[in-house]
């Protein structure tokens, strides 16, 4: 295995620029051009970003989601069950930490900050913007519960669609939209002959004011 893995290359292919000089002085706009980049350049699913958070122990966990909006404040937005394990992380511990890779462009983006709810109705709007079969899963629940028989989950997605079909407007409560207001924004560029460029954005103090700074790779 180790083998396998010190032959497969990394880095093995052009990537772009990082004018850090002409970097604006916060992040939103950033995010934004390099988000704009990704598509263009037909990176796959660029909105997709990994979740972390931390549970009672402390113990961390990851998982990969979609995110759902930056407003003009610079604030991140994504969904999930408010009852699934990520959600009861968040309503103990809200400091979440977001991370994007662009494999393609040798880019990642790191986001740590605080994620709050947003108004109902803000939620309840995203949900039923959703795909149907996006819906009828959060209509199921039960996420990370043990499974002991497939049977069930195939009852239980059937139940969800007939009630969707009988009332499209249903929605449930548990159905939230998370607004993450970010403490720090990092920019990595990766570079083949591994002079990375770190940028790193930080709120100062009690102002709120961005600082921006390179970070050694």
Known sequence: MRDLLRGLPVLAHPMPEFDVEGAPPEPTELFVGWLTEAVAAGVTEPHAMTLSTVDADGQPDARVLILKDLDAEGNFAYATTSTSVKGRHVAANPRVAL???WREQGRQIRV????????????????????????????????????TDRTELTEALAAARARIAADPTVAPDTHVVYVVRPDSVEFWQADRQREHIRLRYRRAGDTGDWVRELLWP
């Open 99 to 101: 991370s994007f890779h």
């Open 112 to 147: 740590r900050g605080i994620a709050r709810p947003a108004d109902p109705t803000v939620s309840r709007q995203d949900f039923l913007a959703r795909p149907e079969g996006s819906r009828i899963a959060s209509l199921v629940g039960r996420q990370s519960e043990v499974l």
